[in-house]
């Protein structure tokens, strides 16, 4: 490459979509790229020309290391939807016209589903236009819903916090050995998937129990036979504890925690989604006159970096140094993929992909790794997401609290 780069993210953040910013900029220099911009806020900021330069940032490896260290998007993120082409040709113009400005060669976003469709657009129309520019995808989503790919960075990080929490909710919540039971439900994120809530099942282990049952959005959820199974689990224990996703829905497609009230809509149409464990909780108090505690995990399961897992770390960083590397061969309108080559020891490399089979698809946890009932996870989900949540990064501590790097 001879011109310069800019990398950019978007959608919800993790705790290491920063490490693939890192492995753009430590490939792009390894290059000898001239200047290695980020945008900020995403394209939202970039038709802003809103950028910063990243080796005021990254000039040494403390740089890079503390960026590795610091959750949720350090160039800023967005929820900005890039309008179809046909009749918003100025807006795509815009984008080109700023990227010829800077002698910008090159564009990198990380983000998910979303992100992944406007790589596929503004590759689309430079492939159109005959524009020089090209366009890679960087994957990210705790979500994992990323199609393609074995798995997304940001998912192993996301499920270490989960299991890491519940069990010490299980403990906590078995510490009293009261008469009566006590019924804690655990919201967590996924609006169509479930593979953040498959993580509670990693809690289980020769120390713990885990948790009681595990409901994903992948099984209808049907109420009365919910509260059915919360009796029969109380009659047998003094402690429950249950793992419920932000998008279960009943029969008729809504969503449990749209019952009875209105949702708020974000840019993409996608509802708003919060609620379910108050809901259920409070339904279970009233039909049973038990005990219960509602638990929403919300944006900690994605800014807990200083419980990130390592192998996300390094795979996060690995996906953004391959990008750079795909692109100075000359690709363009392609994603990064994890392709899993190995078990026993776990390895995984990568690949680039054709942003069209990915962008606009979501992928789900598999039948085959939902137990019969519908209230778990299989083995065969363990093997799959137990090697992604290993190792550790020790945060630097500054005063006691973990130092990150913030944009000036």
């Given amino acids: 490459m001879k011109g310069n780069i800019v990398v950019g993210q978007s959608g919800g953040p993790t705790a290491v979509i920063n490490s693939s910013v890192a492995g753009v900029y430590a490939a792009a220099k390894k290059l000898g790229v001239k200047k290695i911009y980020g945008m900020v806020h995403g394209i939202e900021g ?5 950028m910063i330069d990243l080796a005021e940032y990254l000039d040494d490896e403390t740089g890079i290391e503390l960026l590795k260290r610091t959750p949720s998007a350090f160039l800023g993120s967005c929820r900005f939807k890039m309008p179809k082409i046909e009749g918003h040709e100025e807006v795509y113009e815009k984008i080109f016209e700023i990227m010829e400005k800077h002698d910008i060669e090159c564009l990198f976003y990380a983000g998910g589903n979303d992100s992944m469709d406007t790589v596929k657009m503004l590759s689309d129309y430079a492939a159109a236009h005959n524009k020089p520019q090209r366009f890679m995808g960087v994957p990210k989503t705790i979500d994992n819903d990323l199609p393609v790919t074995d798995h997304c960075p940001g998912y192993g990080s996301a499920a270490k916090y989960i299991a890491t929490s519940l069990k010490e909710i299980i403990r906590d919540n078995s510490s009293f050995g ?17 593979w953040l809530t498959a993580a509670a099942a990693l809690a289980k282990g020769d120390d713990c129990e885990g948790c009681d049952a595990i409901y994903l959005p992948e099984k209808v959820f049907d109420i009365d036979q919910f509260v059915a199974d919360v009796k029969d689990l109380a009659e047998r224990k003094s402690s429950v504890v249950i793992a419920v996703s932000e998008g279960v829905k009943v029969a008729d497609g809504r969503y449990v925690c749209e019952i009875g009230r209105e949702v708020a809509v974000d840019a993409f149409g996608h509802k708003q989604m919060s609620g379910t464990a108050v809901m259920l909780a409070e339904k279970i108090a009233a039909e049973t006159g038990l005990k219960t505690r509602a638990i929403e995990f919300s944006t900690l399961q994605r800014a807990a970096t200083h419980l990130a897992s390592l192998t996300d770390i390094n795979e996060a960083f690995q996906v953004g140094h391959d990008a750079v590397m795909a692109a100075e061969e000359g690709k363009t309108g392609m994603m990064i993929t994890l392709d899993r080559n190995g078990e026993d ?54 005063n006691g609290t973990p130092r990150h790097l913030v944009r000036k």
């Fill in 46 to 50: 970039f038709l802003e020309d809103k």
């Fill in 178 to 194: 009261a008469k009566k039971p006590t019924i804690c439900i655990v919201e967590i994120m996924g609006r169509n998937a479930g």
């Fill in 345 to 398: 020891p776990y390895q995984c490399g990568t690949s680039a992909y054709d942003i069209h089979a990915i962008a606009n698809v979501e992928r789900k946890v598999p039948d085959e790794w939902i137990t019969a009932d519908g209230k778990g996870l299989t083995e065969g989900y363990e093997k799959y997401a137990r090697p992604l949540i290993m190792g550790e990064l020790r945060p630097l501590f500054v």
